[in-house]
């Protein structure tokens, strides 16, 4: 099938193209990267709509609020017009800050995001995200390379991105294949995580075990542990356990 992806080249939309297009769909790019930019958005032949692209750095939201607002919602509001006009199902990157989304404009941007969501439309309230690729800033890669300067106290559901793309696997065959899951009802947002939260303290321990500490930014949720599950409805397991991930070989 034809599938657009927005931020196909980033840390989630590149693992998920290389995995539909495994499958053996055709995936139609749409990233910044790639000279597309979402805001030309159009759906082309794009049979299902997966909508990744946004700004995604909390911290960098509480200085430049416009841009979140601009990069966030604009666009993501005219892609669910559009996907809901011409009867294309789409999925569309919310985040777990969702639960407490009035702690910065990207938290305010994807509150926006699941508002305007039309029936049908699936909003996946991913936690912290791990693995090859991710954003130089994230936690867990600056732990691997022995970049971290210090660790918070902040309570993590840290959730592999094969697991990730695993998830939104499901989400879809639910979509396309509904008989498969008779008497499982489509939720409007999924919780994506793997349902246990470990101190950030105690996960950088284990590679530093003097690391220092500092509170943590207000901006950030004190514990994004999810609620897994509608998502297990589904079938989903997660299969890689981020204290294993992390162990020195
Ligand atoms: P990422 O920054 O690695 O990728 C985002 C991609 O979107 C980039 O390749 C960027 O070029 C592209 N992009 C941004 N604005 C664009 C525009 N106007 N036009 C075209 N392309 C544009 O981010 P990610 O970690 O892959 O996150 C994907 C989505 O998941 C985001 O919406 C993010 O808010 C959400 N999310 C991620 C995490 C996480 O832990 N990684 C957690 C919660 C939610």
New binding site residues.
């Given amino acids: 099938m034809n599938i657009a992806i ?10 998920l193209k290389h995995y539909l297009e495994l499958d053996g769909h055709h995936i139609i790019p ?4 790639v000279d ?6 159009e759906l082309e032949d794009a049979e299902f709509v997966i ?7 909390v911290r960098r939201s509480i200085e430049e609020p416009d841009l979140y607002w601009d ?2 919602v604009t ?1 993501t509001t005219r892609i669910q017009r559009l996907c809901y006009e011409a009867g294309v199902p789409l999925l ?6 969702i639960h407490q989304w009035h702690k910065s404009p ?1 938290g305010i ?2 509150k926006v995001n699941e508002e305007t969501a039309f029936p049908g439309q699936v909003g ?7 693995g090859d ?3 130089d800033s ?1 936690f867990i890669g600056k732990l691997m390379r022995g970049e971290l300067k210090y660790a918070t106290n902040h309570v993590r559901d840290f ?1 592999h ?1 094969d697991d ?1 793309v695993h998830a939104i696997d499901l989400i879809m065959l639910r979509i396309l294949e509904p008989h498969l899951f008779e008497g499982i009802r489509l939720r409007a947002a999924y919780d994506i995580g793997c349902g246990i939260g470990n101190t950030v303290s105690e996960v950088a321990r284990i590679r530093y075990p003097h690391i220092d500490h500092k509170p943590g930014d207000a901006c950030e949720a004190q514990d994004n542990t999810a609620d897994i599950t509608h998502i297990q409805e589904l079938g989903f397991k997660p299969t890689i356990n981020v204290l294993n991930y992390v162990q020195p070989n």
């Fill in positions: 927005t931020g196909s080249s980033g840390f989630i939309g590149h693992h749409w990233d910044r990267r597309r930019d979402i805001s030309d958005f909508h990744l692209a946004a700004d995604a750095d990069n966030n666009p569309y990157a919310s985040s777990s800050c990207y941007s994807k996946l309230r991913f936690t912290t995200v791990y690729g991710a954003r994230m959730i991105v990730v």
